[in-house]
């Protein structure tokens, strides 16, 4: 049993900051890869960041470099995305992925972020 909880989410203005978190319980994602998507009205669940857990290799979306960052820590089993310069357009359902063998199977509930103009 694999549960993937995110928090963090929150309402800020354009510019701002905010810090999201995803904690993993039971098994881990030690061989494969911890990451971060997001979904807005109307549109498509879109790949926001990923962390190869191994190593630490990461990969973004254009639309994030440079703003966003990444991170995992080994001994708690989590992983952050520092969320910086936020935009009205960064408003989504943001959700917590986990994948072991090539894919994205196991998904947190997702936290709202809300970016005021």
């Known amino acids: 049993q694999v549960q993937l909880v995110e928090s963090g989410g929150g309402l800020v203005q354009a510019g701002g900051s905010l810090r999201l978190s995803c904690a993993a319980s039971?098994?881990?994602?030690?061989?494969?890869?911890m990451g971060w998507f997001r979904q807005a009205p109307g549109k498509e669940r879109e790949f926001v960041a990923q962390?190869?857990?191994?190593?630490?290799?990461?990969n973004y979306a254009d639309s994030v470099k440079g703003r966003f960052t990444i991170s995992r820590d080994n001994a708690k089993n989590m992983v952050d995305l520092q969320m910086n310069s936020l935009k009205p357009e960064d408003t989504a359902l943001y959700y917590c992925?986990?994948?072991?063998?090539?894919?994205?199977?196991?998904w947190g509930q997702g936290t709202q972020v809300t970016v005021s103009s």
């Open positions: 962390i190869r857990w191994s190593d630490g290799i990461t």
């Open positions: 039971g098994r881990t994602f030690s061989s494969g890869f």
């Open positions: 992925a986990g994948a072991r063998y090539g894919s994205w199977d196991y």
